[in-house]
């Protein structure tokens, strides 16, 4: 097989280089001494962090108590660091830290050209950087165990800037989006060096390629415009769509699980965020189905939780149950109020997300935050903001 080479990036990031500092950042009493707040992370790992226009704040994920508010910029999205403790905000200059257990916005940022998306897989959380398109990797554990400075990072950056994703799989494996600022095109395999990287396997299949997802056995999928594209057993498989157009963009996966699903857009031009169908990939079998739901969500409403099942937040204010196993909704929890979908996607509108058997759902029209036993369907908490609740990430170790 004829391989490309592609250069390879490591370097420690010094102490303080990526640091920003927000004017009017306010902190809880005692965040000052987060390392003296250290021994108590584990009584607080999962805790959650909720986006609201210019700030952000930080739950006891029990209670719903607020442990925690801080000043930050008019929009920004949150993802789990992955370590049990941090939470990435991504800012406009690059993913800035949370530390959810002092609590603490910190001045620690890793750099980033239109910061984008956020993976954690295999012990590895990897930054992607759409207005350079590099993917910056580095050791899950390490953010925890750096004490005051940003861990050590390894760099790829692709030939062409563009809205992508990376991730690495357990055995070192880069995979990464294809594309330029005329569009997106696939995904490739790039193998590491000591100092470049060696491309394993390369996919042009894929337009519009956005999302990623892992599936039992280690099995990544993308989404496409007609489908989506999966990494399997070193190779990529197209699984093509049954419209002509039908775009997939967000994976819902769980690791232990062959099934993904993937939310799905029949229609180009359709106007507004809502969708009213899924697909479900079987991984295993190499399959691709599109099941039509009697409910309305968008990408922010639907997770993977107990018994591997998704969990649907629809605009009825029901969090709908469904078997993926089979397409069928098996169960539903009422929550909230009726809700209709957003003018922007930026827009606050409901969302969850799940950590083991509770879902977390925000209210915007309410400022409200609830917490969700899927097990039984009861509402165990809820809390009351200031402001309309927009993103929200679970400090998830």
């Not at 990036?9 to 102490?15: I, K, Q, R, S, V």
């Not at 800012?91 to 956020?118: I, K, N, R, W």
């Not at 696939?186 to 599936?215: F, K, Y």
Request: with cysteine.
């Amino acid at each position: 097989m004829r391989r490309r080479h592609h250069r390879l990036l490591a370097a420690a990031t010094a102490l303080g280089a990526a640091g920003l500092l927000l004017a009017g950042c306010a902190t809880s009493p005692g965040s000052a001494d987060a390392e003296a707040q250290a021994p108590e992370t584990p009584a607080v790992e999962g805790r959650l962090a909720v986006a609201f226009e210019n700030g952000l704040a930080v739950l006891d994920p029990e209670t719903l108590e607020i442990v925690g508010e801080f000043e930050t910029e008019e929009f920004t999205r949150l993802n789990a660091a992955g370590d049990g403790r941090h939470v990435l905000v991504t800012t406009s200059e690059g993913f800035q830290v949370l530390d959810t257990a002092a609590p603490e916005l910190t001045d620690l940022v890793f750099e980033a050209d239109t910061a984008g998306h956020v993976v954690r897989h295999g012990g590895k959380t990897v930054l992607y950087a759409d207005g350079t398109s590099e993917t910056t990797i580095f050791e899950t554990h390490a953010l925890a165990d750096a004490k005051g400075e940003l861990p050590e990072t390894q760099t790829h950056r692709a030939e062409a800037a563009h809205h992508g994703v990376s991730i690495v799989l357990e055995d070192g494996t880069l995979l990464t989006t294809v594309g330029d600022a005329d569009g997106r095109t696939g995904a490739m395999a790039l193998e590491p060096h000591e100092d470049h990287w060696d491309e394993l396997a390369v996919s042009d299949q894929c337009p519009g390629i956005h999302g990623e997802g892992t599936a039992q056995d280690e099995v990544v999928v993308f989404g496409c415009e007609n489908g989506a594209l999966l990494y399997k057993d070193g190779e990529f498989v197209k699984l093509q769509a049954p419209a002509e157009y039908g775009r997939m963009g967000n994976a819902y996966v769980s690791e232990s699980s062959p099934i993904v699903v993937g939310d799905y857009k029949d229609d180009p031009d359709a106007e507004g965020y809502l969708l009213h169908a899924v697909t479900l990939i079987d991984t295993a079998a190499e399959t691709y189905e599109v099941v039509e739901l009697p409910i309305e969500y968008t990408f922010r409403d639907v997770a993977r939780g107990p018994e591997d099942r998704a969990y649907i937040l629809a605009t009825d204010g029901s969090i709908h149950v469904l078997d993926p196993a089979t397409g069928e909704l098996v169960d539903e929890f009422p929550v909230i109020e009726r809700w209709e979908g957003p003018a922007e996607w930026q827009d606050p509108h409901p969302a969850i997300v799940v950590n083991g058997d509770i879902a977390y759902v925000t209210e915007p029209a309410a400022n409200s935050v609830h917490a969700v036993d899927l097990t039984t369907g009861e509402v165990v908490a809820s809390t009351q903001l200031d402001e309309a609740p927009n993103e929200m990430a679970v400090a998830l170790g």
